[in-house]
């Protein structure tokens, strides 16, 4: 059991913002005749648009491929949330750099949140980028492609207010057939002092309800029984059909908003066999309408992604996250209160943020010793050009000292995930089945409610079933156990 715990936990990849990882588009044939192979870094998000960049160009003459060799069409839709995402990039784009060497017509492209950050210095810049196109670009493909074919080269990174591809359905590229996930909203409009996204995903927008409950149900009938609703800030998601502007809603007062906990409610009521999850929240702006929404139904799981940055308030000041120290395990306190502690909290840190103090850095500790999170994202400060922070603060704590920071949060991190797995051990967890494990046909792997990672025998089992697995062992990582009837 040890044995294959230790490889499991070795093959797990991670999930959310990975932006030391990329996803291939797989092979997708509909009879068309030219080919595009599409690269995603970053986050859900980027995953997601790639899933409408395919489909727009489907549309438009385009067949998916995962060889890079037979693509007409290279498309890297990128990150710019840390520089090592950015530079992986580049990196990558030299690369692609000796292949067009052999293969001159092939078209590369730059989508993605560093198209928006660096617009036509990647056209001057990296010579061998023909197409620059941001985020809110990507209905102008087809023809950004053909100024391409005519000769010339061609960027759009306009950012808009309204768009939020509601009425294109993605091609599921990267899927498993059991999950999937569901953008509701863009951009982001909060402003945190170390963060790019408002710069590179621009306005905050939400997307029509009507088009999401349809595409969930879509989904369930197609054999999907997971969801994940997708924005920056779930929680400030706010639709209203007389006016889709959160800045004006406010301030006419409109009546008829559909808010985040309506629409949970909504995809909830597709089917109780469809489990709903979102991502990500903001301690700020979470509501309780959200958590009691959350407790009303089965099948909304319990698991809150609730990035916390810095556990010492004059860091999270400076950081203009809207919340304190305090605030924040009120909020924990509050998820604990309205549903228990079996609902899984995850967080995302930030190390060596402008001028903490070492004491600053042992709050982070300390908190995170309160909530004890079952997983989380963990990173050093790395400064973004054009942010408030990059205008305001020093970046003047060393790398050797931010990496021992981070490294300190980690192991903490680490301790705390094998912990909170261990409570688990001895439990029954209803487990959707995903597929194989990764490391053996005859093994199954699913995640519980809260987001668990669980392997079992097979047995007779298959992927998309529900099944209740009894947890024996685990790691920080995974929980390994059978099947039992319940
Ligand atoms: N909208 C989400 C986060 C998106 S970015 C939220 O507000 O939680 C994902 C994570 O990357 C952030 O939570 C933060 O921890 C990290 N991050 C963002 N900018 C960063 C920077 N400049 N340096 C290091 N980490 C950063
Ligand atoms: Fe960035 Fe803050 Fe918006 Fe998250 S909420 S995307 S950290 S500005
Ligand atoms: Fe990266 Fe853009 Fe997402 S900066 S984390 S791909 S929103």
């Not at 863009?186 to 590179?200: E, Y």
């Not at 529900?466 to 995974?478: F, Q, S």
Request: include cysteine.
């Amino acid at each position: 059991m040890d044995n294959l715990i230790s490889e499991l936990e070795i093959l797990r990849e991670p999930e959310g913002e990975a932006c030391e990882t990329f996803h291939v588009t797989k092979d997708h044939s509909t009879g068309n005749n030219r080919k595009l192979y599409i690269e995603s870094y970053g986050c859900q998000m980027n995953f997601s648009d790639s899933e409408i960049v395919a489909s727009i160009l489907q549309k438009n003459g385009f067949d998916t491929t995962s060889d890079i060799t037979e693509a007409d069409v290279v498309f890297l839709n990128t990150c710019s949330i840390r520089d090592k995402a950015e530079q992986t990039v580049r990196h990558r784009l030299m690369h692609i750099h000796g292949l067009k060497k052999h293969k001159p017509e092939m078209l590369v492209g730059v989508l993605g949140c560093m198209a928006e950050r660096l617009k036509s210095k990647l056209l001057e810049e990296e010579k061998i980028v023909d197409l620059v196109a941001g985020p809110d670009a990507y209905r102008d493909l087809p023809n950004l492609i053909a100024q391409v074919d005519d000769g010339n080269k061609a960027v759009n990174t306009f950012l808009s207010r309204e768009e939020t591809y509601g009425d294109i359905e993605p091609v599921r590229l990267n899927s498993n057939g059991v999950t999937a996930f569901i953008s509701i909203m863009r951009g982001c409009d909060n402003m945190c002092s170390f963060c790019v996204v408002p710069f590179t995903r621009g306005r905050e927008r939400s997307r029509d309800p009507e088009s999401i409950v349809a595409e969930a149900r879509q989904l369930f009938d197609n054999g999907f029984r997971e969801v994940t609703l997708l924005g920056q800030n779930v929680d400030s998601y706010k639709w209203s059909a007389d006016e889709n502007n959160k800045a004006r809603l406010e301030k006419v007062g409109l009546t008829n908003v559909v808010t985040f906990a309506h629409l949970l409610e909504r995809v909830a009521l597709v089917h109780p066999d469809l489990r709903v999850r979102f991502s990500t929240s903001h301690p700020k702006d979470i509501t309780d309408e959200v958590l009691h929404t959350m407790a009303r139904h089965d099948n909304i799981c319990k698991f809150i992604h609730l990035p916390l940055q810095s556990g010492s308030t004059r860091v999270l000041g400076l950081m203009e996250r809207g919340y304190s120290r305090e605030w924040y395990l009120g909020k924990v306190q509050r998820i604990k209160e309205i549903l228990g502690d079996e609902c899984a909290l995850s967080s995302d840190m930030i190390a060596g943020f402008c001028s903490e103090t070492e004491e600053e850095h042992q709050e982070t500790l300390t908190l995170m010793d309160e909530v004890k999170y079952d997983f989380a994202y963990m990173f050093y400060y790395s400064e973004r050009p054009g942010t408030l922070a990059a205008k305001k603060y020093k970046d003047d704590i060393s790398d050797a000292v931010k990496k021992r920071r981070l490294e300190e949060i980690i192991v903490k991190q680490r301790q705390h995930a094998v912990l909170r797995n261990q409570q688990e051990v001895g439990k029954v967890h209803r487990i959707l089945v995903e597929g194989n494990s990764k490391r053996s046909a005859d093994f199954l792997q699913g995640r519980n409610s809260a987001n668990k990672v669980f392997v079992f025998p097979r047995e007779h089992f298959q992927k998309g079933q529900y099944v209740n697995v009894l947890a024996e062992d685990c790691t920080g990582g995974t929980l390994v156990g059978k099947a039992v009837d319940y």
